[in-house]
């Protein structure tokens, strides 16, 4: 039979011819070579098989002329059988190949978030005016002694108290969003250099994802956290120096248990060199660090790390799976003095679509479980909690850390800001944003120094966000917030979700 594909284009590209001004400009924006110009008309010929709505054509198209809408092709309708579905089968009985996507999994669980309402004071218990009070969103992440000595040294005819106990290295950041891990080679050297300006700017950190680190991010080394994969790529003594901390990453909530996947054609000359990877073919960091197989292994990686640079903090990152709250509690006495849960909605630039879609769990739940373990266990304050994975607005990061966690770090959100429209095409390469791509003609699209403002604006005003709703609290400090599950209501959620999240219904009082 001769080659011919079932899929039929997900998207319609359509050109009002009464608007074009033949400009051209759409086949010069779209990454993946959709518009192409008829030479004998002047007009754009449109490829919709191509297309993956990122609406970077439509956005700069000068005369609105373009249309990109979902195809209405009426597949017969199939309870058990979706339209999805049967499209992954066609692709793969084609190309017999497992399937990749980019970003997060878009899949239509529970988002628990969205059923969750955050509490209010009202008269006994006053609100607070942020506009008109302090509120202190700084936050210091790691490890926290069990208790403090102070002792009183001489001062002039008196004394004054200084603190006696030795206390571990923290992290300092002005307000408690710090930046997820995306690795050089799966976004662009613009992005990182955004990434890099914005956290120093903002006072908090960006990470190095799957190392190595460019020459260029050296000046901001103080609000970035280096990572330290199973690939080891890019990873030496100067590189592990180079950073504020050390993130171990073990697993990462968009593909929990498999390594990491960097495609060939995201590997230029330039990423190669940085993270010390062969030119044009595929970067497969392994599943598991093969010097990792109990939690002895990784209390001693730990500790080699902290050796090699002078006992910064080290970060553990994992993928909120079933049995994450025993993991967190061995990640904690092995050493970590930062837990990083990663939920199964974080973002990736490429991952087996069955893995995104189909392992791990929400975040949300993870929080609470690895909190409440840490807690019962009296080792919470060994360690900080930074959870990520389907952070999408200033009201998750508040609902995150009433659930337990001491900070959110974000990845999505950040790449929206900068023009990511979803499209979920990031493993091909050839993002028109500029974003998860490395083709030159692309990644100038994105200028470092318009990128960093944009994230600057969208955490600041997160930030001031957070500091509304902690008035509505009646609370001046994110640090009275962490863990206060009373203040947090379910509507909609079934009773054992809601005792697992330690959460009361909407409608019943303290
Ligand atoms: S992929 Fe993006 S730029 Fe290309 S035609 Fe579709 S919407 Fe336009
Ligand atoms: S980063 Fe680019 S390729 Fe990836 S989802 Fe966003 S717009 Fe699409």
Not at 259 to 268: A, Q, S, Y
Not at 363 to 381: C, F, K, M, P, T
Not at 425 to 441: A, D, N, R, V
């Amino acid at each position: 039979m001769a080659e011919v594909t079932f899929t039929r284009p997900e998207f319609r590209v359509r050109i009002d011819k009464e608007l074009c001004q033949q400009c051209g400009r759409c086949a010069h924006q779209c990454g993946w070579g959709v518009h192409k110009m008829d030479e004998e008309t002047g007009y754009p010929v449109p490829d919709s098989s191509k297309c993956g709505a990122c609406h970077r054509c439509v956005t700069f198209c000068p005369a609105q002329a373009i249309l990109v809408e979902k195809n209405p092709l009426a597949y017969k309708h199939s309870d058990s059988f979706s339209p999805d579905l049967r499209k992954a089968v066609w692709r793969q009985a084609e190309t017999g190949g497992v399937l990749l996507a980019g970003m997060g999994n878009d899949k239509p669980y529970l988002r628990i978030f969205d059923h969750l309402l955050l509490d209010a004071c009202q008269v006994t218990n006053p609100s607070i005016d942020p506009l008109r009070e302090p509120m202190e969103l700084r936050t210091f992440l790691g490890r926290k002694p069990d208790k403090i000595e102070v002792e009183y040294v001489p001062d002039g005819n008196g004394s004054k108290p200084k603190l006696k106990t030795e206390m571990d290295r923290l992290l300092q950041i002005e307000t408690p969003i710090v930046f997820g891990g995306m690795s050089y080679g799966s976004v662009s050297l613009n992005v990182h250099r955004s990434l890099a300006m914005a956290a120093k700017e903002l006072g908090t950190l960006m990470n190095t994802g799957e190392g190595g680190l460019h020459a260029d991010l050296q000046p901001y080394q103080d609000n970035i956290v280096v990572q330290c994969a199973s690939g080891r790529f890019g990873v030496h003594a100067d590189y592990l120096n180079a950073g504020c901390a050390v993130e171990i990453k073990i697993g990462q909530g968009a593909k929990p248990g498999i390594g990491g996947h960097l495609p060939g054609e995201k590997i230029n000359e330039e990423v190669s060199v940085t993270r010390m990877i062969p030119q044009g073919t595929d970067a497969l960091s392994p599943a598991p660090h093969h010097d990792i197989y109990s939690i002895e292994d990784l209390r001693q990686l730990i500790y080699a790390l902290k050796e090699a640079t002078g006992y910064k903090p080290v970060s553990v990152k994992i993928a909120a799976v079933h049995n994450v709250a025993a993991i967190a509690s061995g990640v904690v006495r092995a050493g970590a003095d930062i837990v990083y849960l990663d939920g199964f909605r974080g973002g990736t630039g490429a991952a087996p679509t069955v893995i995104r879609d189909h392992v791990g769990i929400p975040i949300e739940l993870a929080i609470s479980v690895v909190d409440q373990r840490l807690r019962d266990e009296g080792i919470r304050n060994r360690a900080s909690v930074i959870a990520a994975g389907g952070i999408r607005s200033s009201a998750d990061v508040a609902k995150a850390i009433a659930l337990g966690a001491d900070a959110c770090a974000i990845g999505s959100a950040l790449l929206v800001a900068l023009g990511c429209h979803l499209c979920q095409k990031c493993h091909t390469g050839s993002c028109s944003w500029g974003i998860c791509t490395q083709k030159p003609e692309l990644t100038r699209r994105l200028d470092p120094e318009w990128g960093a403002e944009r994230i600057v604006n969208l955490v600041t005003a997160w930030s001031h966000e957070l500091a509304e709703i902690l008035g509505a609290l009646g609370v001046n400090a994110v640090e009275s917030l962490r863990g206060s599950h009373e203040r947090l209501r379910s509507l909609g959620l079934d009773q054992q979700t809601q005792e697992i999240l330690g959460v009361k219904p909407a409608g019943i009082g303290h």
